[in-house]
T-cell receptor, first 115, second 111 residues
Framework: DTAVSQTPKYLVTQMGNDKSIKCEQN?????MYWYKQDSKKFLKIMFS???????INETVPNRFSPKSPDKAHLNLHINSLELGDSAVYFC??????????????FGDGTRLSIL | GQQVMQIPQYQHVQEGEDFTTYCNSS?????IQWYKQRPGGHPVFLIQ?????EVKKQKRLTFQFGEAKKNSSLHITATQTTDVGTYFC???????????FGEGTQLTVNP
């Protein structure tokens, strides 16, 4: 069973479109994250939710809107896609809301390409 | 804000050579974690260090946490082609703060 699953795995779309990426975890964790990884492999935190509540909101354009319907799901909606949004987006989860030293479990990533 | 720097950014070695990546934080850390990401894969948790001066081993991998809890290293002895990937350190300032990832070291191993 996949612990953290993201869909879709690949997303190729035109500039200006709106798209969503879904993430679900079956680990029973209460904290979920979205990361952006660029072509240089830099991993940048975008958002973090703990028990459906937003706890980290980095300097991300407001075209990016996360939604957490419950603690097992964290979706990412992106409006008006731009060329610079091309990257791999990783969802992750951990137990404890950042309190303590719990490792993060990552999904397989969504490879977003903007044409 | 907290910064975690990692060097080198890239390392190419011949199979059998040793490899080390270094991680430095601008602030004192409560703990540091290490992750490995294979090409085309996702980051996978390797280990966590909590105590000052701590050393942990996993087969050919040796992880160290500095005495001041501001730096860490990962050393691989006698690299193998299966070691290829990007190694990330990630530090946490306090137990309730976010995990900040270093820029990663991309390791390639020539057979």
């Amino acid at each position: 069973d996949t612990a953290v699953s993201q869909t879709p795995k690949y997303l190729v779309t035109q500039m200006g479109n709106d798209k969503s990426i879904k993430c679900e975890q079956n680990l029973g964790h209460d904290t979920m994250y979205w990361y952006k990884q660029d072509s240089k492999k830099f991993l940048k935190i975008m958002f973090s939710y703990n028990n459906k509540e937003l706890i980290i909101n980095e300097t991300v354009p407001n075209r990016f809107s996360p939604k957490s319907p419950d603690k097992a799901h964290l979706n990412l909606h992106i409006n008006s896609l731009e060329l610079g949004d091309s990257a791999v987006y990783f969802c992750a989860s951990s137990q404890g809301g950042g309190v303590g030293h719990q490792p993060q479990h990552f999904g397989d990533g969504t490879r977003l390409s903007i044409l | 804000g907290q910064q975690v720097m990692q060097i080198p950014q890239y390392q190419h070695v011949q199979e059998g050579e040793d490899f080390t990546t270094y991680c430095n934080s601008s602030t004192t850390l409560s703990n540091i974690q290490w992750y490995k990401q294979r090409p085309g894969g996702h980051p996978v948790f390797l280990i966590q260090l909590v105590k000052s001066g701590e050393v942990k081993k996993q087969k050919r991998l040796t992880f160290q946490f500095g005495e001041a809890k501001k730096n860490s290293s990962l050393h691989i002895t006698a690299t193998q082609t299966t070691d290829v990937g990007t190694y990330f350190c990630a530090g946490q300032e306090t137990s309730g703060s976010r995990l900040t990832f270093g820029e990663g070291t991309q390791l390639t191993v020539n057979p």
